[in-house]
């Protein structure tokens, strides 16, 4: 099974290439969530294959190494903006499959989520961004079984924001999957 092939990862970069993209109206950023959505999607894909037996633990962490490796190939997009927005957004790819890569692991804390995110600013601030990482992957295993990540104030200029946009979107995808099956829930409800 191929969770993301790379004509997936192709056609996003076609898609920012057309796309028009300024600063100036946040709007035109969309495409870069759409994206990284997409990446999520795939990952509960792999999630999902796993939990339903199709594929081993060892199969989704190779799936999501591939992944990873899309995201981390330089593409020339001719324009500043788009290039530094590619990585921010890949920063946030980063954290969402350390996160599911986690999750397959089993790794996870007792920490709250506050002491986490408090633990990966100190890491970040002594340059150690592998210990980072890893505090904001943990939150994201938390987040991937339900919980909600809290309102935070984080230092303007952090890595650790591009990664915690990260894990917010995997919140953002559990909630409108909830949605979704309640929808689903509602629909087969009236037709009986």
Known sequence: MDFYPEARIQNWIKKIEESEVSVEYPNSLSVFDQMLEDTIIACFGILNAVKDREIKKDDALKELEKILSYFGKDYNFKSDIKTQMFIITSE???????????YFEGKTSKKSIHELIKEAIEREKEKKLDSALDAIARIGVRVIKGETLPEMNLPEDSLIISWLDGIDAISMVVELSKIDTSKETQEDEDSE
């Not at 946030?92 to 986690?102: I, W």
């Open 92 to 102: 946030a790819v980063r954290a969402v499959v350390e996160s599911f890569k986690y």
